[in-house]
């Protein structure tokens, strides 16, 4: 049994993007549920099923039925880091086909940028890496983003150019959180924090949210918007600490990428738009080699003057990241957010004319957790 | 992976204190050893209570070279009235286990992947024993 094409996303929304003054990070994910119940013309009261995962709240799955005055059949709080989501409509899909549940909605939400001014984390320093004081995360990337450039020649500018490209897509979408030029000199020029990373090189500190409802394909043409199809999903779980992780060079997006495009019967060609959590330069790189869009080791010249950005090759982050866009701790509930609108043809200035087929891409942890989503129109299904 | 049908390992697992423990007293003392299945024969850094290889719980301990290879590096930005800047690595010993680690006496940036390094007992960031390497023929 598959579960292409078995169950749809027929809300979605975003909330508090950027500054959410005075509001919780819970307050800020049922801003997004709400959103996206409201876009999906869903009552409350249907929803079933509930799927979430914060950054300090280790029961945020009770939190958020408690808050939303529900009983849910199923609450979901897997916490795999940012990826989490990608694996949360996946468990979705599972419920809605078994019928063991009807109407599910996934969400986040945080505040860490007016509440902290910086990643807010429940995470300490794994024991074995403690002594040396490494930055976490960023000095895990680090490592990864030296290693690459090591073993493959990979260079400082071709990082730069995945920066450049974010924030030339940031420039197209109002609702970005940093919409300012920028050239490979200026992110060449920043300040260095973990070599060979550099402030530039590193997503922002924001506020946001965001949430989308999944019902059974059976039904998901009775609402507002047009359904967006899972088609194919998968997972990849290689370690948690960077100092575990066999080859810095290759992630598990290698095992979940083929997984779900062996599930939706798609290879990298078909692929319209592409949503990867970048939450630092190095990472689109290796996702982009490791999900097969290019060879190993070739990520650098794939994205070098201009590859994914507008008028590029393969466009990749058109809402223009996390490293220009939005970036409250968890990503990857955006890059579901942001497929869902370039699938509908809601993305105005960036929109992907004829889109049919996104990929949507998170990552947790320290490259630990890979997962890959694969969702399509109703042309695609 | 191996069944688990060996009375001996079950005990081998019960039997207390656990690996993390052993490996912190041993290097309270100044004695830096690594684990060795004796399953397999795989060499195991960090300490664990199952060998990630073949699972056995048969694992025993053992001193290993010092002598290892830096895979990567990254050197953390401090100003210098917060310490200043400091080097993290990833060594490979030659055993072929990985580990983060710091290289000491030696420049930051001369650290490069590949830089041929030994092991010593040093300091963690907190004064803890910790174990650090230095260049291969370096003084420390």
């Known amino acids: ?381 | 992976m191996a069944v688990i049908t060996l009375d001996s390992e079950m005990t081998d697992l019960k039997n207390g204190p656990g690996p993390d423990a052993v490996f912190a007293a041993k290097l309270a003392e100044g004695v830096f050893e690594i684990q060795k299945c004796g399953g397999c024969g795989a060499y195991i850094f960090h300490p664990r209570v199952i060998c990630p290889t073949c699972g056995s719980a048969n694992l025993g301990w053992i001193t290993p070279t010092g002598h290892g290879t830096v895979y990567a590096r990254t050197i953390v930005r401090r100003k210098p009235e917060r310490g200043g800047d400091y080097n993290v690595v990833l060594v490979d010993l030659d055993e072929g286990v990985r580990m983060m680690s710091r290289v000491d006496g030696i420049a930051n940036e001369e650290i490069v992947a590949g830089l041929k390094v030994t092991a010593a007992i040093g300091e963690g960031a907190d004064g803890e024993p910790a174990v650090v390497f230095r260049p291969e023929g370096g003084a420390l």
Not at chain 1, 39 to 59: F, K, N, R, S
Not at chain 1, 117 to 140: D, I
Not at chain 1, 357 to 373: D, F, I, K, R
């Open chain 1, 1 to 381: 049994m598959s579960l292409r094409g078995k169950a749809a996303i027929v809300g979605a929304a975003l909330a508090g993007c950027g500054e959410a003054h005075g509001k919780s990070s819970m307050e800020i994910t049922i801003e997004a549920a709400y959103g996206a119940l409201a876009d999906a013309g869903i009552a409350l009261g249907e929803v079933d099923a509930i799927a979430t995962c914060q950054p300090l709240d280790m029961l945020s799955g009770l939190t958020l039925a408690q808050e939303l005055g529900l009983n849910p059949k199923f609450t979901m709080n897997n916490r795999m880091g940012g990826s989490s989501f990608l694996s949360h409509t996946l468990w979705a899909a599972m419920l809605l086909e078994l019928r063991l549940a009807d109407t599910v909605l996934i969400c986040y939400g945080s505040n860490q940028r007016t509440a902290s001014g910086k990643l807010m984390t429940a995470l300490g320093l794994p024991t074995y890496e403690a002594p040396y004081k490494p930055m976490f995360p960023l000095s895990s990337y680090a490592l990864a983003a030296d290693r690459h450039m090591t073993q493959f020649g990979t260079t400082r500018e071709q990082l730069a150019d995945v920066a450049v490209a974010a924030r030339a897509w940031a420039q197209k979408n109002p609702e970005a959180f940093i919409r300012d030029p920028l050239t490979r000199e200026d992110v060449i020029a920043s300040r260095l924090v973990s070599d060979p990373l550099r402030v530039r090189d590193c997503c922002l500190v924001t506020d946001g949210g965001g949430a989308i409802v999944m019902r059974r394909a059976e039904t998901a043409k009775d609402h507002p918007k047009p359904p967006v199809y899972l088609l194919g999903g998968g997972e990849g779980t290689t370690h948690r600490d960077i100092s575990e992780m066999a080859d810095l060079t290759v992630t598990g997006a290698a095992q979940s990428g083929a997984a779900a495009m062996t599930m939706a019967g798609v290879k990298p060609a078909d692929i319209d738009v592409v949503q990867l959590y970048d939450a630092f330069t190095i990472n689109v790189i290796l996702f982009l080699e490791d999900l097969g869009f290019c060879k190993k080791g070739e990520g650098g010249a794939f994205v070098e003057n201009g590859g994914i950005a507008p008028g590029g090759h393969l466009p990749v982050n058109t809402n223009g990241g996390g490293l220009s866009c939005v970036h409250p701790g968890m990503y990857g509930i955006f890059t579901l957010v942001e497929a869902v609108r370039q699938l509908r043809g809601e993305a105005g200035d960036r929109q992907i004319a004829g889109a049919e087929l996104a990929l949507a891409h998170g990552n947790g942890g320290v490259l630990s957790s890979q997962v890959t989503n694969i969702l399509g129109t109703d042309t695609a299904l």
